[in-house]
Every structure is written in C-alpha cells, then in structure tokens.
C-alpha cells in the first residue's frame, strides 16, 4: 500500500483533467482495502474508488478526500467444464490485458470488448459493452467489500442488476470490486452481427478466433475514438437514450435515417451520435478547450488547454439542444468524481 499526498487527478484519468486529489492510496489487496478506509474515516475524509480512471471528470477543483486506487493483480485460470473455463482477474488488471489473456487461451466471450479502457474491477460498475456483447454476457460473479463492513463478499452476476451501461455497484454507493470471475467458452463462435464486423467478414477478413476477432475490433476502435495516448478523453460521454419504442417511431418519422435498435419489449434505443450529427450538426461542437469528436460527436475530446468546467458546459449545451429536438432528456455514462 502507498498513501501520496496532493496528486493531480489529471494524471490519474483519461480525461486529463481536474485539480489535486488530498490523499491517493495504492491498494493491492484486500487489508490495504480496509487501511485506506480506516484511514479515511480517521481524518473524517471521503473516498472514491477508482481504477483505471478512464470513466471520470475529475473536477477542476480537485477532490478533498482519499481516493482508493484498486491496484489488485493477477488472472489465473480454472477449468470448469470440458467446453468452458473461469478466469478470474484482480480488480487492477487491466481489462484489455484480460481480454488478450482471453483469446491467447482460446476463449470466447470477451473477445468483441477488446480495446476498452479501463481495469477489470471498473468492468461491472458500468456493465462495459462494446460490438453487440455486453460484460454481463460473460460474468460470473464478484468478490467485493461492502460499504459498511470489512468482509468480502461473492456476489453472483444476477445479484448485480447488470443493464445497459448500468449495474447496482453505480447505484449503491460504497462497494469496492477486489476480483471478477468470466466464464468463457472454449467451443464458442464470432459474434459478428454488429455492422462494422459483418462488413470485415463480408470482405473476407479471417474472423474465426477470438484472437482474430479482438484484433479486428481494436483497429474498429482506433478509426472511430481518439487515441488517448494524444487527447484526453473518457470515451462515449453520455448514454445512448432509451425510450419508448412508440416515440422513438414517430421520431425516425420525423428523422428518416435515425438508427433504432429494440432494447425491451417497451422500449428502443436511439442512436445519439446520429442526432447530434444528422438532427443538431453538432460535430465538433466546441466550448473552451472541450468539443465533439469529429469522428463520433457522442465523445467528448479534452484539448489543449481544456478544463473540466469546460466539459461541464459543453455537456450541458449538448442536453439541452437534445432535449429540444427531440424531447428527450439524455443520461450521462461518464462518472463525476466528485
Ligand atoms: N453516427 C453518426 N455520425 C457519426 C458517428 C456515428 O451518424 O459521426 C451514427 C451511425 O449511424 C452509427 C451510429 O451512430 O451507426 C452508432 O455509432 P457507433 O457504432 O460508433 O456506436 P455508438 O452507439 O455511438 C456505442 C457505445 C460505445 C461502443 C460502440 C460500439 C454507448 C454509450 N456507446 O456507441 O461504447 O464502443 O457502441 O459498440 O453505448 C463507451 O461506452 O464509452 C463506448 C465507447
């Protein structure tokens, strides 16, 4: 465990912004886990739970607390059955590491989330998706502590209310993920269904291993996000809506073209990168340093120069434009740490 003091959180999140964070403890393990708490509690602090920081604003401000950096190593395998296998990932794996872990190994599941920022333990909080597949597709369970007690507890994927970029560790306040465990096939089969795979497939790119699949989608990833070792950013900013299949009807009445996916048997997702680009022309939409990914409007791109206050506006003029469009209130995906 190491305990720094003043560390600028735009060192610690892909963004690359935010003021100084008071305290910043390293942990490893689980004892660290309940020392960066006690040490908290002790100076009466806050604390925030981080990991690989690629899904927080961090305010420019700065946080006046102690944020718990889970550092936990490790992926080890188990068999579980002739055709399926357990990896189990510390919380500080990083989750791309994980997935080549993954396809070296011959496994299938994760294959189609290669490329994704991030550590394993922030895996779950937000129920990463990515080309058709989502996280919960291949979780199994969790070890995490709980918000008021030093134990760990297994939690069980249906314990976690798994939903679209969603998941009862973002609602409930306080859980820190020490390890996940994917249970992966050994007998599975591409997933191509997402139009940007099916085009490579239909060229007659060799998709048939996982290795070959997650290859495919990073150079997917590379031609439509902007290259974090260049600008900071935290991938997509918002979610994309979900709203009632009878509204999202009459609005690709009113926006022929608008891409509608069915999410339940009430509901539809809508394609907010299409609105920003086709209904509001908001591509590069800027405010300070702040903007709209020219190649994908539903990213926010922090420049040279940018401020979290400049996020902040810029999200907010991006609401409200939305909202008056199309009627629709959108939801943020980033976190704030705050
Ligand atoms: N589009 C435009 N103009 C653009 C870009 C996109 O009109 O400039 C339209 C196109 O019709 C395109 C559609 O928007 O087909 C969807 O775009 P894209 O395939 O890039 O996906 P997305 O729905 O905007 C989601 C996830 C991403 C994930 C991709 C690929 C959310 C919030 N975002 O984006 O996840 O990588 O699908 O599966 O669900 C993240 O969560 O941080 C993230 C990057």
Redesign the pocket.
Known sequence: MTTREHVPLRTLTTFRLGGDARFVIDCENEADVYAARAFAKERGLPSYVLGGGSNVLAADDGYAGVIIRMNVPGIAEEAVAEDAARLIAGAGVSWDTLVAEAARRGLWGVENLAGIPGTAGAAPVQNI???GTELSGSLEWIDAVPADADRVERLAAAELALAY?DSRLKREKGWIVLRIALRLRRDGAPMLA???LASRKEAGEPLRTPAEVGRAVREIRAG??PDLSVSGTA??F???PVIRSAEAKALAERYPGL?VYPADEETSKV????IL??VLDA?GLSVGGARLFE????VIVAGDGATAKDVELLAETVARRVEEATGISIER?VRTLA
């Open positions: 998706g990515a080309y970029r997402y139009r940007d439509k996000f991938g997509s918002f979610k994309n891409p394609s907010l990168a299409w680009d086709c591509r190649r994908q409007p539903i995906e």
